[in-house]
């Protein structure tokens, strides 16, 4: 499903490049649950934005679902952002002026879903993962990890065939931590691929596919 | 600026959208107030104007005797003696389709006198017709008679101010005055108008036209006035006239044609001209409102730089985020424009009620153009700092560069 082929990327930073990625190859299929760990700087956030969509690699082929997705055009790249891929960033990035409930729904609004239907699907989203009596509170009045939920609800609201996690649990204390690792894998479960990125050893060894990055390149997987 | 002070400004502008979508509200309120009260003065002032030629009757022409080249001054000192207006040539005036009335006037000085009281007045001697041309009014009684303009009755229509001073506050109707050396009837007194093409209206005396014939002993006639059937046809009737009166005065052209249209018509471009300086004028607040919007747009963009990184990742392209900053930038100005426009009614609404007699309004097509200029400067002024949301990267944006 997921196909990377010699990936590189580099960054002007003053005079210097930096190669943030060298040549990653990584094949995934369906229901995959990966984590890539690493120190700062080893090139797994830029793997995971390329992963998303976000960033092109300066070489290199990437196939989604057969697609090459190296030729598309930026609007394509932003559909296939919409439809196929979520994203759990470590700082939440709610809207602090919305409600949980309008939080969630914003991808369907991007995605010019009916109303009658966006407010279904974030109910029944809502009780899954408990949150049905926080649907009208702001992000500011939320727990971390209520927050960090509600942006898993927001990020697999449209149902995508991957989700990627940067840092998920970066911001949150232990157990909110653990309340939200159990969520993705309950999602992991029920068939969504998962790709996780962390410097927590706790969090990476959960993974059935655990990729270690140092300075831009895959140095093992277990 | 100090620089302390552009770092206040900054801050304070940071503190939210609501300071900020105010901001913005009240800058292109003030310029679109701006534009349509100014407008609204200038056409004020056109109308008030315009009235008060109307007051003269605006589909008038005026014949006198003598060629000048510079219409509404005298007739020329030098260069002979034109041939003078007669009756005759004012009745084959009527020949012309577009001719719905034509007064005959002669205008002279003569004592007028009941029993003791005596008063030098302006003698107008005239015809039925007078009355339209002129928008006379009646306080009482009838105006002269319509008839053989040979053959007047001695009868004559006084000012009010003339009636005031010979019969104070006795009635006059019916009542014999003497003009000159000869008597006539009063059967009408003219309601006060004040002044009317340079004469008093109130010290005067109308009576018919053969009368101050034999009372002055003359044939020729001060002016003809004509009425054109409607004021698209004055520069019609224009034209008939002088080409009847060449014909009559054997080829010379030896009157002078005024009409009101071309001094309307003048004072219609001056005030035109005026509106459109004085809008302009108030364009250049709206300018300044439109980079004001630019400047608090773009700081706008920058504040939200996460949010416009997560817009990207959740699925929108460059162009949705384009539209989100410029309907925003569109509803801001468009809702400033509605704000600015109900102020300046408020403000028009006052200054009718201050200055009953100026008829300030606003010109419709102020309104549209405002509105229309609004959404422009908003949607012009709100193109770079959209674009540049548009472009961030949404790797950079999200981790809040």
Redesign the interface.
């Known amino acids: 499903m997921i196909r990377l082929e010699g990936i590189s990327r580099e960054f002007q930073v003053g005079d210097e490049r930096v190669h943030a990625l060298r040549g990653i190859d990584l094949d995934m299929i369906p229901g995959d649950y990966l984590s890539i760990m690493g120190p700062s700087g080893s090139g797994k956030s830029t793997l995971l934005?390329i992963l998303?969509l976000?960033?092109r690699p300066d070489s290199g082929r990437y196939r989604l679902e057969g697609i090459d997705t190296t030729t598309l055009t930026?609007?394509q790249r932003?559909?296939?952002?919409?439809?196929r891929i979520g994203?759990v960033?470590q700082s939440f990035?709610l809207?602090a002026?919305l409600s949980a409930a309008q939080n969630i729904e914003?991808?369907m609004t991007?995605?010019g879903i009916d109303p009658a239907q966006r407010r279904q699907r974030v109910a029944r989203t809502l009780r899954a993962l408990g949150l049905a009596d926080r649907a009208e509170h702001r992000p500011d009045q939320l727990s971390g990890g209520q927050r960090q939920r509600v942006a898993i609800a927001?990020a697999t609201i449209?149902r995508p065939l991957i989700l990627l996690a940067d840092e998920p649990t970066g911001n949150l204390d232990q157990s909110s931590g653990e309340e939200v690792v159990e969520t993705l894998e309950t999602l992991n479960r029920d068939g969504i691929t998962l790709v996780v990125v962390t410097h927590d050893p706790r969090i990476g060894e959960r993974a059935a596919r655990r990729i270690r990055m140092v300075d831009g390149a895959i140095l093992g997987s277990g | 600026m100090h620089i302390t002070d552009t770092f206040g400004f900054a801050i304070r502008a940071l503190r939210g959208a609501r300071a900020r979508s105010a901001l913005m509200l009240l800058a292109m309120a003030i310029g679109i107030a701006s534009v349509v009260l100014l407008t609204a003065l200038g056409e004020g002032a056109r109308r008030y104007v315009g009235n008060e030629f109307s007051n003269l009757g605006t589909h008038l022409l005026v014949v006198l005797p003598g060629r000048t080249e510079t219409t509404g001054g005298p007739p020329p000192l030098i260069g002979g003696t034109p041939k003078p207006l007669t009756l005759d040539d004012a009745l084959a005036l009527t020949r012309s389709t577009t001719v719905r009335y034509v007064a005959p006037l002669i205008v002279g000085s003569a004592p007028v006198s009941h029993r003791q009281l005596e008063r030098e007045a302006t003698i107008l001697g005239a015809t039925a017709e007078l009355l339209p041309v002129r928008n006379l009014e009646l306080a009482r009684g009838k105006f002269l008679p319509p008839g053989d303009p040979e053959r007047g009755a001695a009868v004559a229509v006084i000012g009010s101010a003339l009636k005031q001073n010979l019969f104070g506050n006795a009635p006059a109707l019916g009542r014999w005055i003497r003009i000159h050396d000869r008597r006539f009837r009063v059967i009408g007194i003219l309601k006060p108008m004040g002044e009317s093409l340079g004469m008093d209206l109130g010290e005067l005396a109308i009576i018919p036209l053969s009368r101050s014939q034999s009372l002055f002993d003359t044939e020729s006639l001060f002016r003809i006035l004509v009425q054109a059937t409607t004021r698209e046809h004055v520069a019609r009737t224009e034209r008939a006239v002088s080409e009847i009166l060449k014909t009559r005065h054997g080829g010379e052209e030896d009157i002078t044609v005024i009409t009101q249209n071309a001094l309307l018509g003048t004072f219609d471009e001056i005030f035109r001209t005026l509106t459109l300086a004085v809008g302009g004028i108030a364009a250049i607040s709206l300018a300044v409102a439109g980079i004001l919007i630019m400047n608090v747009m773009l700081v706008a963009v920058s504040q939200r730089t996460a949010e416009i990184g997560l817009l990207k990742a959740l699925g929108a392209p460059g162009g949705e985020i384009l539209r989100l900053f410029l309907v925003e930038a569109g509803l801001l100005s468009v809702t400033g424009a509605l704000l600015g426009m109900a102020t300046a009614y408020g403000g028009v609404w006052a200054m009718g009620h201050l200055f009953p007699d100026f008829p300030i309004g606003v010109p419709p097509w102020a309104l549209a153009a405002a509105l229309l200029v609004a959404l422009l400067t908003g949607l012009l002024f709100g193109v770079l700092p959209a674009r540049r949301a548009a472009r961030l990267d949404p790797v950079r944006a999200l981790s809040g560069h």
Do not use: K, S, T, Y
């Open positions: 934005n998303g976000l960033d930026e609007p932003a559909a296939a952002r919409r439809e994203f960033f990035h809207l002026r914003l991808p991007l995605a927001r449209m």
